[in-house]
Each structure stands twice: as structure tokens, then as C-alpha cells.
Nanobody, 126 residues
Framework: QVQLVESGGGLVQPGASLRLSCAAS????????MGWFRQAPGKEREFVAA????????DYTGSVQGRFTISRDNAKNALYLQMDSLRPEDTAIYYC???????????????????WGLGTQVTVSS
């Protein structure tokens, strides 16, 4: 059974940092692009960051560019999201995602996602 389990969320003050992790089991994802999405209350789920299977290509939504860093460790079948300079508008449930489609940026699109994690809550508030 394939599972993606996120961890590392929490309640932090504006300007703080968090590092999210996603541990995959049941299947090796080292050949596929992976990414992070988020969903705030009352809003649609949105793309946050993507990384190609070999970590050569990364992409970010504009609002997190320069503050968030996506990375992966294929040996551990794991995905990470380093979040710095957090803002209240970053508050959301963050989801790990995998796309088995060809291409480093296929994982940016909701309709291309084949596997989702259960999510981890990130709350940024003073």
C-alpha cells in the first residue's frame, strides 16, 4: 500500500521557519517528480513547489519564491520543504504529491497528481 506521510507542521510566529518532510512507503518514487501543494480554509488547493526526479529542476509559485526551498533524498524516498520567513498567508494544510507523468513540471498540476499525502497543518500567527 502506497503511503505519503507529511510531518513538521505546527504553529509559528511570522518570520519563523519550518521544515516539512514527506516520507513515502509502499513504492519507490525516485523516478518521478514530486511536489508540495497547500490548501487554506475556504480556498482551493494550490501548487507550492515542484522538484524533478534528479533534483535538477525546481519550480515555485510566485508568493513563496525566495522563501521556500524544495529538496528530496531518493535514497530515503523522502521529500522536504524548507520554509523561511513565514507569513500569515502561508497558513494552510500542506500536502505532498507525486506525479508519474513524464516531465519535470507535470507535478505542478492537480489533474496530474497520482498520489497525495494526508497533509500537515501549518499555522503562522502572532
Amino acid at each position: 500500500q502506497v503511503q505519503l506521510v507529511e510531518s513538521g507542521g505546527g504553529l509559528v510566529q511570522p518570520g519563523a521557519s519550518l521544515r516539512l518532510s514527506c516520507a513515502a512507503s509502499g513504492r519507490t518514487f525516485s523516478s518521478y517528480a514530486m511536489g508540495w501543494f497547500r490548501q487554506a480554509p475556504g480556498k482551493e488547493r494550490e501548487f507550492v513547489a515542484a522538484i524533478s526526479w534528479n533534483s535538477i529542476y525546481t519550480d515555485y509559485t510566485g508568493s513563496v519564491q525566495g522563501r521556500f526551498t524544495i529538496s528530496r533524498d531518493n535514497a530515503k524516498n523522502a521529500l522536504y520543504l524548507q520554509m523561511d520567513s513565514l507569513r500569515p498567508e502561508d497558513t494552510a494544510i500542506y500536502y505532498c504529491a507525486v506525479s508519474t507523468r513524464v516531465g519535470p513540471y507535470a507535478v505542478k498540476y492537480l489533474t496530474n497528481i497520482d498520489y497525495w499525502g494526508l497533509g500537515t497543518q501549518v499555522t503562522v500567527s502572532s
